[in-house]
C-alpha cells in the first residue's frame, strides 16, 4: 500500500484500488478503459461501447440496447430558442426581460467570438458572443436566473467558463445598492450588502476608479458612477 495524506493505492491479488478526495486521469494522446465487455476509450472523440448502456438523472433516463429508450417529463428533440412570439403573457403582450452580458478575463479583455450555451427556465439559447465580448438574449420574464457555458477555447473539447447569473432590474446607479451591484458584478466587491459606502465597499470602489483613471477617493462622484455606467453598461 502507497499512501500520501488521505490517498492511497492499494495492490492486492484480486485488484488495485485508488481512494483520494480527488482522482484525476490524463492521457497525452488517449484514455481507455476496459471491463468484461464494455470499454470507453477517450481521445479527441469519446466512444461508449456496451450491450446495454445507461444514463440516469433524478427524473429521466436514456436506456441504449436494440432500441432506444428516452424517458422524461418531457422529452426535447433539436430544441433551440423559444420563439420570443411564444413568451406572452395572459393578455397577450410579450413577457420577456432582455439580458445583456459582457464576457471578459480577469484584465477586463474581452471573450470576443466565443462559443456559449445559455440556459434559462427551458429557453436554451447558442451563439458567439460579439466582437466586445457581449451576448444577448430575450428570456422569459419570470425567469430569475440564467447559467452560460462559455467555451474560452475551441468548442465542444476546449477550456470552458461557467456563470450563474442572477435575474433582475438594477438599482439606479446614483445609489448604493445600484454601485454595489454593479461593482459586484465587475468582479470589485464580493462582501455583504452595504446601506452606505463604507469599508469594504469604499474599497472597491478606490480600486475600480484607480483601475480607470479616476481619483481614488472611495466616493461615488459623478466622474465615479459616469465610468461605472460606461464599463457595467446600463
Not at 73 to 99: A, F, I, R, Y
Not at 154 to 160: D, E, F, I, N
Request: aromatic letters at 4%; hydrophobic letters at 35%; one cysteine or more.
Amino acid at each position: 500500500m502507497l499512501c500520501a495524506g488521505e490517498s492511497r493505492i492499494e495492490l492486492t491479488p484480486k485488484g488495485i484500488t485508488l481512494k483520494a478526495p480527488k482522482v484525476s486521469i490524463a492521457g497525452i494522446e488517449s484514455v481507455s478503459v476496459q471491463g468484461d465487455g464494455p470499454r470507453l476509450r477517450l481521445d479527441k472523440e469519446a466512444e461508449v461501447v456496451a450491450e446495454t448502456v445507461r444514463i440516469y438523472a433524478s427524473e429521466s433516463s436514456v436506456e441504449l440496447d436494440k432500441d432506444a429508450h428516452i424517458n422524461g417529463k418531457l422529452v426535447k428533440l433539436n430544441c433551440g430558442p423559444l420563439d420570443p412570439d411564444d413568451m406572452t403573457g395572459e393578455d397577450g403582450t410579450p413577457s420577456l426581460q432582455h439580458l445583456k452580458l459582457k464576457l471578459t478575463d480577469v484584465g477586463m479583455t474581452p471573450y470576443a467570438h466565443k462559443d456559449y450555451v445559455l440556459k434559462s427556465l427551458g429557453v436554451k439559447i447558442e451563439g458567439k458572443t460579439d466582437g466586445d465580448g457581449v451576448l444577448e438574449a430575450d428570456l422569459p420574464a419570470e425567469a430569475r436566473t440564467a447559467e452560460v457555458t462559455l467555451w474560452v477555447e475551441p468548442r465542444p473539447t476546449g477550456k470552458t467558463k461557467r456563470y450563474v447569473i442572477a435575474l433582475g432590474e438594477l438599482a439606479d446607479p446614483d445609489s448604493v445598492p445600484g454601485i454595489e451591484s454593479r461593482l459586484r458584478n465587475l468582479g470589485y466587491y464580493w462582501g455583504q450588502s452595504q446601506t452606505e459606502i463604507t469599508g469594504d465597499l469604499a474599497r472597491a470602489l478606490r480600486d475600480f476608479q484607480q483601475d480607470h483613471g479616476l481619483e481614488s477617493t472611495g466616493r461615488a462622484d459623478a466622474a465615479t458612477r459616469a465610468k461605472l455606467v460606461e464599463i457595467h453598461g446600463t
